[in-house]
């Protein structure tokens, strides 16, 4: 599985950015969708992942209510929508797939198989 992320850039605090992970390599469904991020210095940590389906997500208490993931299979693409950024967002944000038919998501970075190149985030205030 390949993936690839786009969307990143330079934002205020308060505006929206929409992140899109382009999934290949696998049948979609099947693959549970993750987003880390990550800031120099401190691991790599959660931010939000959806299953194959779809049916089931689950979001980092730091972005509940201001991050929201989705998944379109016909594109084969998951998105994660940013809204009412922060400067504390600031990050490289890191598309991650774990390849597995499954009603369960994951919070830790080694169930994930595969991963992007990452995208930058930068949210001044």
């Known amino acids: 599985v390949k993936l690839e992320e786009s969307g990143g850039g330079v934002a205020q605090a308060g505006d929206s950015l929409r992140l899109s992970c382009a999934a290949s390599?696998?049948?979609?469904?099947?693959?549970?969708m993750g987003w880390f991020r990550q800031v120099p210095g401190k691991q790599r940590e959660f931010v939000a992942a959806?299953?194959?389906?779809?049916?089931?997500?689950d979001v980092a208490d730091s972005v509940k209510g201001r991050f929201f993931i989705s998944r379109d299979t016909a594109k084969n693409t998951a998105y994660l929508q940013m809204n009412s950024l922060k400067p504390e967002d600031t990050a490289a944000y890191y598309c991650?797939?774990?390849?597995?038919?499954?009603?369960?998501?994951?919070?830790?970075?080694?169930?994930?198989?595969?991963w992007g190149q990452g995208t930058q985030v930068t949210v001044s205030s």
């Open positions: 959806i299953t194959g389906s779809g049916s089931i997500t």
């Open positions: 991650a797939a774990r390849q597995a038919r499954e009603r369960i998501v994951y919070r830790t970075r080694n169930m994930y198989q595969y």
């Open positions: 390599g696998g049948p979609f469904s099947a693959i549970t």
